[in-house]
């Protein structure tokens, strides 16, 4: 007879959802990065403002049950102490309020016979209010969610979360001071674009925490922020220069964070933030089965984007050692030639057509009906995808092949451009560079999702392209040793 009794929440986890739940484990990792002591203490006061299945406040209610014993010897008042004065929530959803308190007070109704600890009403201290979008300009003005997607009946669900939705957020709670502000955000809000475009929404959560000045911030979210883009570079910018960040896991597949299989294109990650103690951060960046520790800080110089390895930073400072300019100054706008991606020409060459390089293959297109950068028609360059599957297995390919694009040929926005070139010769031969594992390698470095825009190319030193290029001659002329190589190969696979 199998008598294993699953955690409800660990099931909850398992589930596909919009919303990333918390399996349980995953909860006491983020919480044994906090000093153990708060849970010793009666005063110390937890908040979770996105509580979607009351999980954190459930893991950090055993914690003190625990280290209050020899404070508040009778277990009943110990209880009634840490639910009604340390333990404090905001749902995102109605649903989820009822969720968390059944988690926490084994009671969806707080106020209820069957509640754990008793309260004066059904809510307790996990709170859920129907926040409206302040709409402005077609904008919310607070998490830039879209009024033409979002501002529909009440039978629908908004996601205007309460605790991003206001400027003051110390009043949410009559102006408590939280030591410890914990959570797992929503992510992204779909924006109405081509494709199921989003936005991030999750930097929000943590700035707003930040202005509570909590003593200890941790919060698990994508890692897409460590490069920017899509509303995050001033983020990105903060975070990174913030040395209070004491401790952050990076985990390059979402999976071996959470366990069950979720896809987050370029990672997740979560973090430690200490208010009163500034210094180097005590990097975890979790590859597979490998765990590769480091204490630095989270801005190398020259750098406007996190580094995720080790070994890549010592890789990046050789590079930069040379002074030698980079090639994304060679990269185009994400629409090369002005033409958007549904953009098709003819399947069938005709008189003076030129090749258009497009979404699924190659069409013909008249010279005239080409809108910008008609002078790089007939000039050689090299068309790269705009975008590749930065969760691919690994090793990685990080880009797509490159093609050569000869005279008389343009592309849609399904590729960039770098270029263009003097002579076919030249276009090859930055075509061997792109293939090398050493240019792909730098690249990763700047890539956190599918995107391939020229940002991500600043890592990479320009070469001269009289010549090919080959990854042996890339290692020998940046002095990298045997572990730097074997560690670009074990992350890049060969191009063919």
Known sequence: MNNYNPDVLSCLANLSNDEVFTPPQLANQMLDMLPQELFRSPDTKFLDPCTKSGVFLREIAKRLIDGLADVIPDLQARIDHIMHHQLYGIAITRLTSMLSRRSLYCSKDASGKYSLSHFDDADGNIRFRDIKHTWLQGKCQYCGASQEVYDRGDDLESHAYE??????????????????????????????????????????????????????????IPARWYGGGRGLDEFRKTMIEDKRIRCLHDFLDASACFGNGVEIKGGVCYFLWDRDNKGECQVFTHRGDVIETSNRYLQEKNSNVFIRYRIGVNIYHKVRKKNEKTIDGLVSSQRPFGLRTFVHGEQKYFDNAITLYENGGIGYMARKNIPINQEWIDRPKVYVSRAYNAGDSYPHQIIGKPIVGKAGSCCTETYIVIGPFSSLDEAYNVASYIKTRFFRFLVMLKKTSQQAAAPVYQFVPLQDFSKPWTDEELYKKYGLTDEEIAFIESMIRPME
């Open 163 to 220: 605790f991003i939705h206001t400027d003051k957020p110390n009043t949410l709670y009559n102006n408590m001071t939280f030591d410890v502000i914990i959570g797992n955000p929503p992510y992204q809000l779909s924006d109405g674009g081509e494709g199921g475009s989003a936005t991030p929404i999750y930097q929000l959560f943590v700035e707003q925490a930040k202005k509570l000045k909590p003593k200890y911030l941790t919060m698990i």
